[in-house]
């Protein structure tokens, strides 16, 4: 595996292995662990190169959060993705990433207004940039996204089909514990007795699937199901828990047609998020754009 420190040097690179066929792209920040690896052997899977990046993003951090905390191993991750097979690895400081005197930032207006964007106001426009950037950096054919960055993979499929970057967007599953709570690097900064409580997320959210394997559809009802099992936990402070559509992230009345069933909440002083999507959208729906599902679904 090559790492790679320079945009110049990782433009280069990627257009030797884009001759060879379908290059793909893994964007990180880093402290990997097994969801990030999935990421991975889909790509290597569906493509005849790919490319990582760990980079912790500066930009999509908001006042008084953890960027300077944000878990960093690099050592650990290098080792990981020479095991996966990975071809090259970029690795590109903040310097490199915002030379002085950037000006130039990509938002996605409205959908980057919802869900994690409201609490976190300018998280996307940051997640946009750096994404854009690397868009340009690696020309890739394929980037690959987890689903449990739902709110993300909206903004980024929005992104892709407005500027028309010839990527196509791939969502992939979320991979969890034993216990089920979603992956995240954000796990190793909970307290013991902090990882006991972060449960409550995916408890909240099994609570909203047993609603809709009885057949209830109303946003509402499924909403009050996961206000009811946050409130069972004082300690708990919640961000957002949400019934919307995948796509606009705007509320859905019901989810008949497919919806995004999100959470968002502080255990401690880490914010973790969840979610599910109803039985009636897959992940693998959401490499379409809206007009797309819509056709299929006619």
């Known amino acids: 595996m090559e790492i790679i420190r320079t945009a110049c040097e990782m ?30 052997r889909r790509a290597l899977e569906e493509c005849d190169a790919v490319a990582a990046s760990i980079f912790v993003n500066p930009t999509q951090f908001v006042a008084g959060e953890d960027y300077e905390t944000y878990p960093r191993t690099f050592d650990e991750d290098r080792t990981k993705l020479e095991a996966a097979g990975i071809d090259l690895l970029f690795v590109p400081s903040a310097q490199e990433m915002y030379s002085l005197g950037t ?78 709570l ?34 209830e559809t109303q946003a509402n009802i499924l909403t009050d199901a996961l206000l009811e099992v946050f409130a069972t936990d ?25 919806a995004l069933i999100a959470i968002a909440a502080w255990v401690g002083p880490t914010r973790l998020i969840d979610n599910i999507l109803t039985e009636n959208l897959t992940v693998e729906s959401l490499h379409l754009d809206r007009g797309s599902m819509e056709e299929m679904h006619a």
């Open 11 to 40: 433009q280069q690179a990627c257009r030797g292995l884009k001759k060879n066929g379908i290059l793909g792209l893994v964007p990180t920040m880093g402290a990997l662990h097994d969801g990030h690896l999935s990421l991975m």
């Open 103 to 180: 000006r130039t930032f990509v938002e996605v207006s409205e959908i980057g207004d919802r869900l994690d964007g409201a609490s976190r106001p300018g998280h996307f426009r940051g997640v946009a940039t750096v994404v854009a950037k690397l868009f340009n950096i690696v020309g890739p054919d394929r980037a690959y996204f987890g689903q449990k960055d739902a709110a993300q993979v909206a903004v980024l499929r929005a992104m892709i089909r407005d500027l028309n970057f010839p990527v196509q967007l791939v969502a992939c599953p979320i991979v969890r514990e034993k216990d089920g």
């Open 182 to 215: 979603a992956m995240s690097s954000r796990n190793r900064n909970l307290s013991t007795q902090d990882r006991g409580r972060a449960l409550i997320l995916h408890r909240a959210l099994e609570n909203a699937c047993d609603l809709l394997e009885a057949g």
């Open 234 to 258: 004082e300690a708990i402070r919640l961000d957002y828990a949400a019934v919307v559509d995948p796509f606009t992230l705007l509320p859905v009345v019901d989810t008949t047609k497919g």
